[in-house]
């Protein structure tokens, strides 16, 4: 087995060659402070990952997954203190990215973790389409004027003046928000339809997940502390490789009811 120590992961019967993973390539080696979110272990086998039992390899690998860190550098979201949106965004994306990567899925970025990307969320989703992903994550944090406001909630497709809804985007949305409140003390907000335009115009399951509130003392203190995010991370890796687990043939995946308008 090899031990990464920066991704918190025991891999077992893994292939020590390197590729990069992401669109925004590094060269090898050139990756600072030990960042691993650009270069990742091949693997072959893998058959946990923190704990979490893996399906078999054909489960996961050769799946894309497109992360989506909230705004950018230029654009850094929702700021409280020394906290912003953007940088804790990039950073959720860099270490589900190596745990993604290291069980053999293909990851892009929408963004480099610290860097700049495209602001309007119809490109984001063109480049979800172009690249044929399929799934994406998108990745954000929330603020509110009440400090009181506190919690993790998870958002689908779906559209009340339609009628429609994705089922998968749905299913993917409730496992997130299992896996996050299983390893966290965030309030569980549930998971909820949205006809948000990356949620509306990718042609695969997406969801954004609004990973707390930074305005909240309680989450603030929470999102600022590493060893929380790579819980919050975990959990996110954990749903992506549920999410992709064969289906029982029995199961039939119905979208929630999307309420009718007022």
Not at 135 to 145: G, Y
Request: proline residues 7%; aromatic residues 4%.
């Amino acid at each position: 087995g090899v031990v990464l120590a920066t991704l918190g992961l025991v891999l077992t019967g893994c292939d020590s060659s390197l590729k990069s993973t992401s669109r925004f390539r590094l060269p090898q080696g050139s990756a600072e402070n030990g960042k691993a979110a650009f270069v990742a272990l091949k693997c072959i086998e893998c058959h946990s990952i923190a704990g979490v039992d893996l399906p078999k390899p054909t489960a996961s690998p050769d799946k894309v997954v497109v992360l989506d860190p909230g705004h950018s550098s230029t654009d850094p979201g929702v700021v409280e203190g020394e906290l912003s949106e953007n940088v804790i965004a990039g950073d959720l994306a860099t270490r589900i990215e190596g745990r993604l990567a290291a069980i053999g899925v293909q990851v892009l970025l929408t963004r480099s973790p610290d860097g700049e990307g495209p602001r309007d969320e119809s490109e984001r989703a063109a480049f979800c389409n172009h690249n044929g992903a399929d799934l994406v994550v998108s990745l954000h944090v929330d603020a509110s004027p009440s400090p009181h406001a506190t919690g993790c909630a998870t958002y689908y497709f779906g559209d009340t003046v339609a009628g429609q809804g994705s089922a998968l985007g749905a299913r993917m949305a409730e496992m997130v928000q299992t896996e996050i409140t299983a390893r966290t003390d965030l309030t569980d907000l549930r998971y909820h339809a949205k006809s948000w335009d990356l949620l509306r115009m990718t042609k695969m399951p997406a969801v954004r997940v609004e990973c707390g509130y930074i305005s909240s003392p309680h989450d603030a203190s929470r999102l600022a502390d590493p060893a929380f995010r790579d819980a919050v991370a975990e959990g996110i890796a954990a749903a992506v490789v549920r999410f992709f687990a064969p289906v029982p043939a029995e199961v039939v995946l119905e979208a929630p009811p999307v309420p009718s308008p007022a």
